[in-house]
């Protein structure tokens, strides 16, 4: 017996051990899901502001949004939008924009010379259509007897498409963008069709005389003397000339650049939207009218098709 009462103890210590390790295990048990218990009975219950909190949080973005820089905002969003418009703008290479206005200018030549501009605009946009249906064929493969290379037939597409207004623009075609109205036609027939211009609608004593450009001592540097239209610009043309002193020119001439891109002059200055101009001249004399001649285009490579000149010769 006093051999045996050693491994007996043994095994007496090993269950007792045993037991201590399980009952911590089930007590470290107990307490985790106590824990989680907790954790979900608070999750589910709601949280409640005090009437002074929600009024200090309220206070708190009144104040975030008033300091906000809302016109900072407004202007980057402005920015945006034009750089965005700049970046749109398809730059043609110089010999493809010759090619094409040399085609346009073809076309508008087979024209009577008493069409109306209606009639000019519609054979453009014919001409475009027909170009753009062309390189779009080139861009797929497709091997026709064409003036555009194949290489260049996409850039021609884009700027024949989503750049087709400012390429108008830029070498002086005015078309505006198609417009539907339902409207009472109460046109008497017959009457001629005019282009309009942006602003008041210019009285008989102003002589308008769209795509024109006539030549004269300046009265007053239209460079800086911007005006909001044509309609304006004839204004301060009679007025100066009412109200000029003795031994003052008066002026008699007045020239407007309509064109959102600027107006094409000889010079070296850069003429730009708004630019009126005050003129006299005892005998008016036109330096362009209509277009700008095949021959002037060769010396002159950046001058658009047509004049974008408006000019009045008024009486003093």
């Not at 108008?168 to 017959?190: F, S, T």
């Not at 044509?230 to 002193?245: E, H, I, T």
């Not at 002059?265 to 005050?278: A, G, V």
Request: glycine share 4%; charged share 25%; with cysteine.
């Amino acid at each position: 017996m006093g051999r045996g009462e050693p491994g007996h103890n043994c095994k007496c210590s090993y269950n007792r051990a045993t037991l201590i390790v399980c009952s911590i295990n089930i007590v470290a048990a107990l307490f985790v899901l106590r824990s989680l218990y907790t954790h979900l009975v608070d999750s589910h219950t709601p949280f409640r502001y005090t009437q002074d909190q929600i009024r200090e949080m309220q206070v708190s973005n009144q104040i975030r949004k008033a300091s906000e820089p809302t016109k900072l905002i407004e202007l980057v969003t402005q920015l945006k939008k034009k750089i965005a418009k700049v970046e749109s703008v398809v730059e043609l290479p110089r010999h493809l924009k010759e090619k094409l206005i040399s085609e346009i200018l073809n076309r508008l030549r087979r024209l009577d010379a008493a069409t109306n501009t209606t009639a000019q605009r519609d054979t453009v946009e014919t001409w475009r259509k027909e170009k753009l249906k062309e390189a779009k064929k080139l861009v797929r493969g497709k091997i026709l007897n064409s003036t555009i290379l194949p290489e260049e037939a996409e850039i021609v597409v884009r700027a024949l498409s989503s750049g087709w207004v400012e390429l108008a623009e830029e070498i002086g075609l005015w078309i505006p963008v198609e417009i539907v109205n339902k409207e009472h036609d109460d046109k008497p027939e017959g009457e001629e069709e005019f282009e309009i211009l942006p602003g008041r609608q210019l009285p008989a004593e102003c002589h308008a005389e769209l795509h024109t450009d006539y030549g004269g001592v300046a009265v007053r540097w239209g460079l800086t003397h911007p005006k909001e239209s044509a309609y304006d610009c004839c204004m301060a043309c009679l007025d100066q000339a009412k109200n000029a002193n003795l031994g003052v020119k008066k002026c008699n001439i007045w020239v407007y650049c309509p064109s959102e891109m600027g107006c094409f002059s000889p010079d070296i200055y850069q003429h730009k939207n708004q630019e009126c101009w005050l003129k006299y001249a005892e005998t008016p004399k036109l330096n362009f009218k209509g277009t700008y001649s095949e021959s002037y285009r060769d010396t002159h490579p950046n001058a658009p098709l047509i004049v974008p000149w408006v000019s009045g010769v008024v009486s003093v």
